[in-house]
């Protein structure tokens, strides 16, 4: 089993940044995807990065987000630029496109305008 804990999440002024973190312990991951739940809204797909670092992103985040990962580690990121209040959401990780492993608490998201 993997067990998946975000972090790296905050309040900040649109426009700023963040950087999050996905550590996921356990079992070893292949692709890895970010999502996000907005309040009141289905969990959405924000972006994916494969064990060879390829990438993938949601059209909304193109452009201001950046996956990576470091597989020494078992541990991905999520860049986040030009942050704006609709990017307000708790941020999870899981496999891509799978969402097998059992989801983190995750971390939230809050841009302010």
């Known amino acids: 089993q993997v067990q998946l804990e975000e972090s790296g999440g905050g309040l900040v002024q649109a426009g700023g940044s963040l950087r999050l973190s996905c550590a996921a312990s356990?079992?070893?991951?292949?692709?890895m995807g970010w999502f996000r739940q907005a309040l009141g809204k289905e969990r959405e797909f924000v972006a994916s990065i494969t064990s060879g670092g390829i990438t993938n992103y949601a059209e909304s985040v193109k452009g201001r987000f950046t996956i990576s990962r470091d597989n020494t580690k078992n541990t991905g990121y999520l860049q986040m630029n030009s942050l704006k209040p609709e990017d307000t959401a708790v941020y999870y990780c899981?496999?891509?496109?799978?969402?097998?492993?059992?989801w983190g608490q995750g971390t939230q998201v809050t841009v302010s305008s």
């Open positions: 899981n496999r891509y496109p799978s969402r097998s492993a059992s």
């Open positions: 356990g079992r070893t991951f292949g692709s």
